[in-house]
């Protein structure tokens, strides 16, 4: 018959001894299987709540920051919002489409803000409606089916322009040294206008030529001859083939009837 021994044993720890030996046991017993495991967390939208300092993309291209600035494309951003890109890409956008066809809808409405012009300038800037800037160069519409209308911002000079439904753009361009030229080419002249027909409205008057062999008809003073017609054309007028100003002072001839297109121009 076995005899059954039974041992106790009995430990008595303080608080303040127990702690000082889980201490101990804490800094001398390391888990090798956990020096080298790596920690991969997946997190799905909705995110979890917090604050963040920033928040960026895989390619770590947005960038959110605190201290009430945002940023897209920096990691520090000067204003309370700063995009910045490359020459081709820097570019906003604000689109609506009522009938959701897409950025190339026949009903898109977008107002376009650019940084540069790549292909054009390094310099310029600007704002469109259905007009933004295409990697090859140059101002393209969004939806060619419209026409649109644009601003652009360049070294001392700027630029307002409208496209009919065609591309075809005509524009005012103002210089740096105040000169203005329609269409928007660069200014030569403190005012200059390209193109073969030129209507003035508001400041000009119709008078009849009605001439005797002792006087002629004349514009009204402070304007200009711009235009001739004639009910009857006499060879001998002075005017034929000579600059609109000898209409005023050539040789009268009886019978001559007509109208001059008086402007004041100054």
Known sequence: METAHRITLELSFTRRKALALLTLFFLCWRPGSLGSETLTMTTYYPAPYGGYA????????VLARDGDRVGIGTMGPGTKLEVKGGHADTELRLFSDH???GLDGVNTANLNLWASEPGWTWTGAGIGNNAWISDSGGIARVTTTRGGS??????????MNVMDNAGTRRGIAIDGAGNLSMPGIAPAWAAQINGNNLTITGVCTSVRIINTPSDWTRCPGGTTVVNVGYDNWTTAWACRGSRLGNCIAGTNWVGTTGWLRCCRLQ
């Open 54 to 61: 920033r928040l960026l993309t895989t390619g770590q291209t």
């Open 99 to 101: 009938y959701t066809q």
């Open 150 to 159: 644009y601003v652009r911002l360049l070294d001392n000079r700027m630029e």
